[in-house]
Structures are given as structure tokens and as C-alpha cells.
């Protein structure tokens, strides 16, 4: 079939490490930011959001930072582990637009034994 | 636990073909979406609902059709389905007040 988008970069990280997954963003008047991931197979699953009027919030494992100055998203994931290999994306979600959703490019997580 | 289903899980069928993609929720959301992803790519938003009788085309162009008759269903159909239609279908769904969407187990379609 037709190819829709981009190949998605990839991300190797050794299994115990840290690992820092970088979204940029377009829209500056997004009103929060949500982080999903999907593995094979798989739906997209919610793992954490931050509201744009924050800087950081933390989760089990997963630290999510927001720096609006460069519109950008990182997401920390804290000793990583096999069951983190995934694709990782992040979305805007606009109020003004009855908070649609709109997907950045994702990132290919592979975590080595 | 999201409550929400796609069926089939793979389809492969022929060209030509009119095929009809279920998805219902038990969450009583509002809000329900389709978005078409190719494998390692991006997901693509390509119809939206914001309730019963209302839907929307997403950001890209589908020759897909959908309708939302009532709350927990959002189908998708293709009339006649080409290899261009290859790819995997996800649905979603989200309460209206919040963008937090979940996502089905997707629907990997091939046609040939």
C-alpha cells in the first residue's frame, strides 16, 4: 500500500539506562500535551499528560518536560526496560478545537539486553 | 481499562470489495475518531465524531465514509476497496471535555 508520512526515527537504549524521547510541536496554543505508546500490534496506550501551563510532571518511571520558549516535549522514561521497547508518540490537544488530538511524529524505542 | 473494540483484526480481501471496519465503545464517549497508520509510520487522522450525527473529515483525505447513528458505534466503510487501502485502521474515543483519547486494538486491513 501507500505509504502515509514519515518512517519514524529510532531510539536504541541499553536496558537500566535512561531514555530521553524528543517531540517537537507546532502549535503554541495546544492546551496540554499527551504522551502514548504503542506497541506491535497494538493501539496507542495514554501514559501521561501535562497541561501547557507546566513545566514538568512526573509519573511512575516517566517524567515529562515542557519547555513552550523552542515548543518542545521530552519524555524521560527512568531504567528502562524490555517491556519499554514501543513506538512513543506525542499529541497537542487544542480546546478551541473541541480538544482535538493531533499526533507529532513518534519514536521507535529498542531496548537492548 | 478502555472498553473499546475494533473488529475484524485483519482483513485481506480482494479488489474491488466493499468492506465495512466495527468499532463500538462501552464508555459512553462522545467523541470518536479513525486514524489510518502504516506500519513504523505516523498516525493520520481521517474522521471524527463529536456525537450522534455528527462527523467530520480528519487532516487527510480518505476515500472512506463513516457514520455515527448511534453513541457506542463508529464505522468505517470502503466501497470498493483498492491495494492503495492497504494499511492498519485504529479507532479512538474520548470524553468530550477531554482530549485524552483511547485507542482500539486497530484493524490491519490488505487488499489485494
Known amino acids: 500500500g501507500e505509504s502515509v508520512g514519515l518512517h519514524l526515527p529510532t531510539l536504541s537504549v541499553q536496558e537500566g539506562d535512561n531514555s530521553i524521547i524528543n517531540c517537537a510541536y507546532s502549535?503554541?496554543?495546544?492546551?496540554?500535551f499527551i504522551w502514548y505508546k504503542q506497541e506491535s500490534g497494538k493501539g496507542p496506550q495514554f501514559i501521561i499528560d501535562?497541561?501547557?501551563?507546566?513545566d514538568k510532571r512526573q509519573g511512575q518511571r516517566v517524567t515529562v518536560l515542557l519547555n513552550k520558549t523552542v515548543k518542545h516535549l521530552s519524555l524521560q522514561i527512568a531504567a528502562t526496560q524490555p517491556g519499554d521497547s514501543a513506538v512513543y508518540f506525542c499529541?497537542?490537544?487544542?480546546?478551541?478545537?473541541?480538544?482535538?488530538?493531533?499526533f507529532g511524529g513518534g519514536t521507535r524505542v529498542l531496548v537492548k539486553p | 481499562e478502555a472498553d473499546i473494540y475494533q473488529t475484524p483484526r485483519y482483513l485481506v480481501i480482494g479488489t474491488g470489495k466493499k468492506i465495512t471496519l466495527e468499532c463500538s465503545q462501552t464508555?459512553?464517549?462522545?467523541?470518536m475518531y479513525w486514524y489510518q497508520q502504516d506500519p513504523g509510520m505516523e498516525l493520520h487522522l481521517i474522521h471524527y465524531?463529536?456525537?450522534?450525527?455528527?462527523?467530520e473529515k480528519g487532516d487527510l483525505s480518505s476515500e472512506s465514509t463513516v457514520s455515527r447513528i448511534r453513541t457506542e458505534h463508529f464505522p468505517l466503510t470502503l466501497e470498493s476497496a483498492r491495494p492503495s487501502h492497504t494499511s492498519q485502521y485504529l479507532c479512538?474515543?474520548?470524553?468530550?471535555?477531554?482530549?485524552?483519547?483511547?485507542f482500539g486494538q486497530g484493524t490491519r486491513l490488505t487488499v489485494v
Open positions: 501535562i497541561r501547557s501551563n507546566m
Open positions: 502549535n503554541s496554543a495546544s492546551d496540554y
Open positions: 464508555m459512553g464517549h462522545d467523541k
Open positions: 499529541a497537542g490537544v487544542l480546546k478551541a478545537a473541541g480538544n482535538k488530538l493531533t
Open positions: 465524531s463529536y456525537g450522534v450525527n455528527s462527523t
Open positions: 479512538a474515543s474520548s470524553e468530550f471535555r477531554r482530549g485524552e483519547a483511547f
